[in-house]
């Protein structure tokens, strides 16, 4: 199995180690071509290397620290709305963080630790915000969510509390980067407008988003003008 990252290029999934390239420099060199590449995407995987020593193959245990995720994956959260409550999950270190899933596309489902899982509404789910935490290896992939009437009565388990928009514990939340998205939802749900956020090297773009939802319905004719 494999991904893209940055120039199409294949990336193998179950690799250790990847670089993405693009080619910075040629370098002939007899009958040879040495080529140098300009490294726009790399990953590090948790796995433990196979090594070959004396005509056998060696096992080499814990190559990273603990607690190091391979880079070409993503936490995936999802921002949830009930009744003006904003769901947050506690972090295990006295602070909260939102509910993250282990799927990257968006799920009609929640599921939660325990076995309970929290019903969304299909039509109120849309992607929020995809940046990077600085110093955290994955990078993040939230979406914005409500839930349907049945789930808003579950009782929830242990860690998870629901808190109003205007009560929440922003100084207990860690990131700053979840912070700065709490504040901008509350903002966009007093004006009921809301907008899709991109990290970007200069601080980020803001994509806004006007009407409602509809499904996607393509045509034969639609397919054969599609663009890649």
Avoid at 39 to 51: D, E, H, I, N, R
């Amino acid at each position: 199995s494999h991904d893209r990252v940055h120039t199409g290029a294949p990336i193998l999934n179950e690799c250790l180690t990847w670089f993405d390239c693009t080619v910075h420099n040629r370098v002939d060199a007899g009958d040879h071509a040495v080529l140098i590449g300009a490294v726009q995407a790399f990953g590090t995987s948790p796995s433990a290397p196979l090594g070959f020593c004396r005509g056998r193959y060696a096992s080499v245990k814990d190559p990273l620290p603990p607690g190091w995720l391979a880079s070409h994956s993503m936490i995936v959260g999802y921002l949830i709305e009930a009744e003006g409550n904003i769901l947050l999950r506690a972090d295990g270190k006295g602070g909260w963080v939102l509910p993250s899933a282990k799927s990257r596309k968006a799920e009609n489902e929640l599921k939660l630790e325990g076995g309970d899982a929290l019903t969304l509404l299909p039509d109120e789910t849309f992607l929020y915000s995809v940046f990077d935490v600085a110093d955290s290896d994955p990078g993040y992939l939230i979406y914005r969510a409500r839930l349907s009437g049945a789930s808003a009565a579950l009782t929830l388990p242990a860690g998870f509390k629901f808190f109003p928009l205007a009560d929440l514990p922003y100084q207990d939340i860690p990131a700053r980067e979840i912070r700065a998205l709490l504040r901008r939802y509350s903002r966009e749900r007093h004006d009921e407008r809301f907008s899709i956020y991109m990290d970007s090297g200069d601080g980020g773009r803001l994509a806004s988003i006007d009407g409602g939802s509809k499904p996607w319905m393509q045509s034969p004719k639609d397919a054969e003008q599609e663009q890649p």
